[in-house]
């Protein structure tokens, strides 16, 4: 949610600005805006609404001179989208100006003291009272204060600041949302994610919780909130910028599946050595991993979901007891952790705020923590006591699928170590393991290369109201992802159900026309789950099936059926769900939905 770019360079910064705001519209965003100091005081110019308005209103940056800027683009949280509530924000003066990501949760206290010393408020945002305290506290000195504001913030926020009295100079700050700075060829920037820089530089700082970032035009200085310097190291991206293109699809979320066998094939490799499961990074001997015996894993929405799914692979295959939280949940029911439990992180970004309070919950409670991101030194990766990359590359389109299927290949890998380690799996079996694995990434691109009959099936339910998914074991985790991936871009209500609780209340919404979409991947639980599907066709249901090659008794009862190949039964999520992403892309695109920000949504949720 909400995008921060900032430059100082040689070149004009406006042109600059905008081009880095359109590589982060993946965020979500409803307003946009450039501030740019002129050379006499700072410009800034705002808009609701995609960022083309702010473009047409610059005539693409050209009426805005100077090459010292800072940029946003705002998902409203504190009032309603519009050219007042939309950033960058502004003292009276108009001397200083900030961009701010995340949330002041003391800003009404602050708010309150400011306008009895006489501070007048434009906007309803929290952001505002960031400007009118900086200029309380200015005294000259940008880092003193930064420092002073600091000291006075409760929330999360990553901030971009232009002083009209330093034109020489953009500063950045971060507490909990992301923020990044790059060195380039033709000046300096700061960012909220890597994406917005890749055009002009390879050589990434990821700014550190409570440290400020000091732009100059050739250099970039860190510091402390105390205002004592900081030595950081640069990471180099090696991302081609090309991925963060769209290459010709018409959209990220279509080129994003179509990406996934590389991403599968990109996250397997690596570990696989000599025949069996090397994970080098996760610096555990065999030792410590029989000491563990408890796994829990903590995750938001599809992430969460690669953690349902995991707990019956890891209790199935490795016999170790695993719990699955909703990150939003875990630290507020007061969590009892044992002592040799590892606690796993699932984020793509490695920013989402609950995963990353979760966390920092688990440390506190002295538990191992292992990270499974998909951003090279993002905040979770970093204060995790380990972590497990999954190679997706950036993921631009805000409803997952690519770093879905690799954090879903990652836990294999993961249940097999374990399992391995723990005597759980013969010789025999880990052989058969590696060469199911190493056939996903074709198996995916096979489903992925029949797509057009299921368009013409999606077509058909683009005025549908409501969707059920339902399987049972594994299969009921792939409904999950199924039912969000559908409801997320179409906007169609969807929602999942282990099959056997349909009895239990749920079959009352079954009728005439409804579609029934039935995951069907466990040999051992087919007939259960036909049953239950036959529950749902004799009340009047469509009932969309996805199966494996041999199930063909399905057609029988299903009116539609997928078949995916042969592959060991716990890791049929990994072709289950292309054919669902397919249903609901197609879905959206018939509704005219916009598939890559649909609405209300960001890509990395910062704030709670």
């Keep these: 949610m909400c995008g921060i770019v900032g430059f100082i360079g040689k070149k004009p910064a406006a042109p600059v600005l905008l081009d880095g705001l359109s590589k982060l519209e993946y965020r979500g965003y409803d307003s946009s805006g450039i501030a740019v100091y002129d050379g006499s005081t700072i410009q800034v110019k705002k808009a609701k609404g995609r960022l083309k308005v702010l473009s047409e209103l610059t005539h693409d940056g050209a009426t805005m001179p100077g090459t010292v800027g800072i940029g946003h683009t705002r998902w409203a949280t504190h009032g309603e989208p519009s050219d007042v509530n939309a950033h960058p924000h502004y003292n009276k003066a108009g001397t200083i100006a900030v961009v701010h990501n995340g949330i002041i949760e003391n800003y009404l206290k602050i708010k309150k003291r400011l306008q009895a010393k ?3 408020f434009l906007s309803e945002t929290d952001t505002e009272v960031v400007a009118h305290l900086l200029d309380y506290y200015y005294k000259g000195e940008p880092l003193e204060a930064i420092s002073q504001v ?23 700050v971060r507490k909990d949302s992301p923020l990044i700075a790059g060195i380039g060829r033709d000046g300096n920037l700061i960012a909220s994610d890597v994406p917005a820089v890749l055009k002009y530089t390879r050589d990434i700082y990821f700014i550190g919780n409570g440290e400020i970032a000091e732009l100059s035009l050739d250099a970039i200085a860190f510091y402390n909130t105390d205002g004592e310097s900081i030595e950081k190291e640069a990471k180099h991206i090696d991302w081609d910028e090309n991925a963060a293109e769209k290459g010709g ?8 599946m179509y990406e996934q066998p590389k991403t599968v094939r990109d996250t397997i490799s690596p570990r696989l050595k000599d025949n069996d499961i090397v994970i080098e990074e996760l610096g555990m001997t065999d030792e410590e991993i029989r000491a563990i015996d408890r796994i829990r894993v903590v995750a938001c929405g599809s992430a969460y979901h690669v953690g349902v799914s995991a707990k019956y692979i890891f209790e199935g295959m490795a016999r170790l007891p695993m719990e699955v939280d909703t990150a939003s949940e875990f630290r507020y029911r007061n969590p009892i952790l044992g002592e040799k439990e590892l606690v796993i992180i ?6 989402t705020a609950d995963s990353l309070a979760a966390l920092r919950e688990a440390k506190e ?26 190679w997706a590359g950036p993921e631009i389109a805000v409803a997952t699928t690519k770093a879905y299927s690799a954090q879903l290949v990652a836990m294999y890998l993961l249940a097999i170590k374990f399992a391995r380690v723990n005597g759980r799996l013969s010789d025999g079996q880990l052989k058969e393991y590696i060469t ?16 057009e009959r299921l368009q013409k099936f999606a077509n058909r339910y683009v005025a549908a109201k409501d969707v059920f998914f339902i399987g049972r074991g594994i299969d009921y985790a792939i409904s999950m992802e199924a039912s969000l991936k559908l409801k997320e871009i179409s906007y169609i209500h969807s929602d999942a159900y282990a099959a056997g609780e349909l009895k239990h209340g749920t079959i009352s919404l079954i009728e005439e026309g409804r579609l029934v979409g039935a995951i069907l991947t466990q040999k051992d639980l087919y007939k259960k789950t036909m049953s239950n599907i036959v529950e749902c066709s004799t009340r009047g249901a469509f009932i969309l099936a996805v199966t494996n090659e041999e199930n063909t008794e399905i057609e029988k009862i299903a009116d539609y059926v997928i078949y995916i190949p042969q592959t060991n039964p716990y890791f049929t999520n990994s072709l289950a769900i292309i054919p669902m992403q397919l249903f609901a892309y197609y879905v959206a695109v018939g509704k005219g939905c916009d598939v890559d920000k649909p609405r209300n949504l960001a890509k990395s949720v910062t704030v709670e």
């Design 436 to 451: 199911d694995l190493k056939k996903l990434p074709e198996q995916i691109e096979m489903l992925l290369n029949n797509d």
């Design 118 to 120: 006489g501070y007048e």
């Design 150 to 172: 600091l000291y006075r913030l409760d929330g999360s926020y990553a901030f971009g600041i232009l002083f009209a009295d330093h034109p020489d100079k953009v500063y950045a």
């Design 346 to 351: 699932i984020s793509q970004s490695g920013e």
């Design 249 to 256: 699809y018409e959209h990220f979320m279509l080129k994003e």
């Design 365 to 390: 409670h002295g538990n191992l923590t292992l990270g499974i991101v998909n951003v090279v030194g993002s905040s979770i990766a970093r204060e995790a006591d380990r972590v497990m990359y999954t």
